[in-house]
């Protein structure tokens, strides 16, 4: 009887599979542990946090975390621009 539900089962249809699509990437579970760690964070505070991360990796994984909603941008309008995140 298990052995038949578990043949019937489809892994990519549960909520497990989901929420590892949303933080899949080298980097994304180091960017979520900084935010939680220190609540708010600067882009360069980041960079600096990850040595080993591109600039460009950085935005990328920055970029899809937001819109996933698991991270919160907020920008200031000032010269030099001012960007925080936070979970």
Do not use: W
Not at 24 to 38: A, D, N, S
């Amino acid at each position: 009887m298990f052995k038949n539900y578990i043949e019937n089962a489809n892994f990519e249809d549960t909520g497990f599979s989901y929420t590892l699509s949303l933080i899949r990437g080298k980097y994304k579970m180091v960017i979520l542990y900084c935010l939680m760690e220190f609540n708010i964070v600067r882009y360069n505070e980041l960079k600096r946090y990850i040595k080993t991360i591109s600039h460009k990796t950085l935005a990328v994984f920055l970029k899809e975390l937001e819109k996933d909603g698991l991270i919160i941008r907020k920008e200031y309008p000032q010269i030099p621009p001012k960007v925080e995140y936070s979970l």
